[in-house]
Structure formats: structure tokens, C-alpha cells
């Protein structure tokens, strides 16, 4: 949880808020499927309904209040998957930031799978 605080009081943003910005905004980036999760049962990577976008991110929050973020994905066929992974990383920085104010340290996107139409 990061503690924003100002003249007026505090105010306290959750992981879940984090989780859930990163999935949305990862989402909504050309070439990417959805947001994958690995199954302990099988070891397969699963496709996340919309509802789950926040499951397949993890945030770490840092001492100097930034945020680190992971990202696990499937992508579309037939995409260039540097340019994707650009795309989310930017994305991602500029969203978190302009709706919470807190700084990205880093984003690492691992593309776990490929949707093969």
C-alpha cells in the first residue's frame, strides 16, 4: 500500500487499485489477448476473463514510494512482440502515474503465451 499525503490528509492506495489499473491498461494495448495465470494443477497458462485483469499482475512496492510491476500476458498471432511489450511498458508508466501520482520504478512484461487463431 502507498500512503499519499497532503495538507488536507492522507490517502491510502492498495495493491488491488495497482493490480487492477496495470491489467486494465495492459489489456487495452494493441496485440494483447488478455492477461495470463498459470494453473498449479497443470502448469499451463490460462487466458484471464476481464473480471480477473488484476490476477495476472504482481506489484512490489519500493522504500523510495515507487512501484515495481510484472506483467504476464498472451498475445494475439502474428504480432511483433518487442513492439508489444514496448507499447504495454509505455502505457503502463503513463496510466499508473496520471491516476495515482505514484512513480514506475520498472514494468516487466513476460509474455507467456500466443493465441493461435
Known amino acids: 500500500m502507498i500512503r499519499h499525503d497532503n495538507e488536507h490528509g492522507s490517502i491510502n ?3 488491488n487499485v495497482y493490480t487492477d489499473i496495470v491489467g486494465t491498461a495492459a489489456t487495452n494495448c494493441f496485440g494483447v489477448k ?5 494453473s498449479v ?11 480477473s485483469v488484476g490476477k495476472g499482475v504482481k506489484v512490489q512496492f519500493n522504500d523510495d514510494d515507487t512501484i515495481s510491476i510484472d506483467l504476464h500476458i498472451i498475445v494475439d498471432n502474428n504480432v511483433n512482440l518487442s513492439a ?10 503513463y496510466v499508473v502515474t496520471s491516476y495515482t501520482g505514484t512513480e514506475v520504478r520498472e514494468v516487466n ?3 507467456d503465451s500466443m493465441m493461435i487463431d
Open 41 to 51: 494443477t497443470d502448469g499451463v497458462y490460462h487466458l484471464l476473463r476481464k473480471e
Open 84 to 93: 508489444v511489450g514496448a507499447s504495454i511498458i509505455e502505457q503502463v508508466r
Open 13 to 15: 492506495v492498495s495493491t
Open 109 to 111: 512484461v513476460y509474455i
Open 34 to 38: 488478455g492477461m495470463a495465470a498459470r
